[in-house]
């Protein structure tokens, strides 16, 4: 797969989770998530699975927690026919105006129904490691 049409799929994938996760769609928003999803590196869980997942925006959705959910950076790492895999910057806003960072690597596949899911999820730098990185990529090297 060229390096353009993964870029555009992947783009495409992160602005239907945000835009479904803005209007507490969890029927469309759970429907991008691959039953086999894993999601590494959130503090207090070794892994997150689907229902945990499905848990969690059920409440948030139904809660009003989320404000606004955006992703910028994107940087692809690999991609294949059934497969694409990247980083990018997500940001998180809550309604009670809490801020969550991250940079995260996702991995995408296509599956049997030709949709693409999300199958992995790995939290890289989350909120003050990320600020702190992105000060210290400012600054330059000392």
Same mark, same amino acid.
């Given at each position: 797969?060229?390096?353009?049409? %993964?870029? +555009?799929?992947?783009?495409?994938? +992160?602005?239907?989770?945000?835009?479904? %996760?803005?209007?507490?769609?969890?029927?469309?928003?759970?429907?991008?998530?691959?039953?086999?999803?894993? *999601?590494?590196? *959130?503090?207090?869980?070794?892994?997150?699975?689907?229902?945990?997942? &499905?848990?969690?925006?059920?409440?948030?959705?139904?809660?009003?927690?989320?404000?606004?959910? %955006? &992703?910028?950076?994107?940087? +692809?790492?690999?991609?294949?026919?059934?497969?694409? *895999?990247?980083? *990018?910057?997500?940001?998180?806003?809550?309604?009670?105006?809490?801020?969550?960072?991250?940079?995260?690597?996702?991995?995408?596949?296509?599956?049997?129904?030709?949709?693409?899911? +999300?199958?992995?999820?790995?939290?890289?730098?989350?909120?003050?490691?990320?600020?702190?990185?992105?000060?210290?990529?400012?600054?330059?090297?000392?």
């Amino acid at each position: 797969m060229k390096e353009e049409h %993964a870029e +555009l799929i992947a783009e495409q994938w +992160l602005t239907e989770a945000a835009e479904s %996760a803005g209007k507490k769609d969890l029927q469309g928003h759970m429907g991008m998530i691959s039953k086999r999803i894993s *999601v590494l590196g *959130v503090p207090g869980f070794d892994n997150i699975d689907y229902d945990i997942w &499905y848990t969690q925006c059920k409440h948030q959705f139904e809660m009003s927690m989320i404000k606004s959910i %955006a &992703y910028k950076g994107f940087n +692809l790492i690999t991609a294949t026919d059934t497969q694409i *895999v990247f980083t *990018v910057h997500e940001t998180v806003v809550g309604t009670d105006g809490t801020l969550n960072e991250q940079i995260v690597e996702m991995s995408l596949e296509k599956e049997d129904d030709d949709v693409w899911r +999300l199958v992995l999820e790995r939290v890289i730098i989350e909120n003050d490691a990320m600020r702190d990185h992105e000060l210290a990529k400012e600054k330059g090297p000392q």
